[in-house]
């Protein structure tokens, strides 16, 4: 499991954030939706490796009534982040899971990647056919 700290260090590095509180903010939400994209032992993996605050988050999120694709994910996040717009939500998803990506590794990324639509491999700062390898 990675520390909160470190994980809020490199939030705040990627995402250039001006505060700690803003990169909370974006981590909070972006886990969200992604768990609510995510199941079983897939999810379960995912969230062993983030710190306990936010693997609570990707574990008990509101499920998605249907798959949010890239375009999509945007506009709910940018919904989500008091003040945001979709350029600027785009920038914390791409901020949030980066890191998260790195932390999953290749093969739990690629167990991930396969419950997702299929846009999403780039929100993670990965080429587009991540999971096809």
């Known amino acids: 499991m990675v520390r909160f700290e470190t994980f809020m260090e490199q939030v705040v590095d990627r995402g250039e954030y001006r505060s700690l509180d803003e990169a909370d903010r974006a981590s909070r939400v972006v886990l969200a939706l992604l768990g609510a994209h995510l199941i079983g032992r897939t999810r379960a993996q995912l969230a062993a490796l983030l710190p306990e ?4 988050i990707l574990l008990n999120p509101l499920p998605a009534a249907q798959p949010l694709n890239a375009e999509r994910l945007v506009r709910a996040t940018a919904a989500w982040i008091e003040g945001a717009t979709e350029a600027t939500a785009l920038w914390d ?5 980066s890191v998260v990506a790195d932390i999953a590794g290749p093969d739990l990324m ?3 990647l396969m419950q997702l639509p299929a846009d999403w491999p780039p929100l993670f700062g990965l080429p587009e056919h991540a999971d096809a390898a």
């Open 110 to 112: 690629a167990q991930v």
């Open 93 to 97: 998803i791409g901020a949030v899971l």
């Open 53 to 56: 605050a936010f693997a609570l």
